[in-house]
């Protein structure tokens, strides 16, 4: 089945260690996305791709980067986490970046920084 | 800046017994809204969604919503719920800014039916 797959499930780090939480996509869209969200709040969209041009919102923090080296694969890079940054990070996918496109999610990887 | 807000963090039911969950939106341009839904430990997918037409939009799992651009309104409806359907559901709104587009999606609403 085409999906969005996310790895780690669970991943710990320590404050201030880099992190890479990784997305891959076998549905061939164009755009990706990176979302934080921590418990019991919304979504919160950090950046996305469309292609190879990258997106970042304009509240990211620069603690936060990503890469997308092919279609398939998206990285998010978080380069010196604090406690704060502790969180699920979801990834989704859609065909194009339309207002009516339909986001696909992954099931997310869940940070705890110690 | 468009905004959706969802009124219940929590609501409770016995299955079989009707359902509404309330969203309602900031929006001064054309909407297109959402409700996406999260089981435990899963992603979110997308329920169903309004981008134009018919105000009453339905999922293929019984659940309905109708928008009402007068109360700016996006409440999602089902008559009689499963044990099942016991998830987080999160209303969404396109938002666009800058000349790109993005979902702000509300905090959620955590639906638990109870035997």
């Known amino acids: 089945d085409a999906m969005v797959i996310q790895n780690p499930r669970y991943q710990v780090t320590q404050f201030g260690k880099p992190v890479t939480l990784s997305c891959s996509q076998t549905l061939n869209h164009n755009v990706m996305y990176w979302y934080q969200q921590k418990s019991s709040q919304a979504p919160k969209l950090l950046f996305h791709y469309y292609d190879k041009d990258f997106n970042n919102e304009a509240d990211t923090p620069d603690n936060f980067q990503s890469r997308r080296p092919n279609t398939s694969f998206c990285f998010l890079d978080i380069r010196s986490p604090g406690l704060g940054d502790a969180a699920m990070y979801l990834c989704?996918?859609?065909?194009?970046?339309?207002?009516?496109?339909?986001?696909?999610f992954g099931p997310g990887t869940r940070l705890l920084v110690l | 800046a468009q905004s959706v807000t969802q009124l219940d963090s929590q609501v409770p039911v016995f299955e079989e017994a009707p359902v509404e969950l309330r969203c309602n939106y900031s929006s001064s341009v054309s909407v297109y809204l959402f409700w996406y839904v999260q089981y435990p430990n899963q992603g979110l997918q997308l329920l169903l969604k309004?981008?134009?037409?018919?105000?009453l939009v339905k999922s293929i799992n019984g659940f309905e919503a109708e928008f009402n651009k007068s109360q700016t309104s996006f409440h999602l409806r089902k008559p009689s719920v499963h044990i099942s359907d016991t998830a987080e559901y999160f209303c969404a709104v396109r938002q666009t800014q800058g000349g790109s587009e993005k979902l702000v999606f509300g905090k959620g609403t955590k639906l638990t039916v109870n035997p």
């Open positions: 309004y981008l134009s037409g018919s105000t």
């Open positions: 989704a996918t859609s065909r194009g970046s339309g207002g009516q496109e339909t986001q696909y």
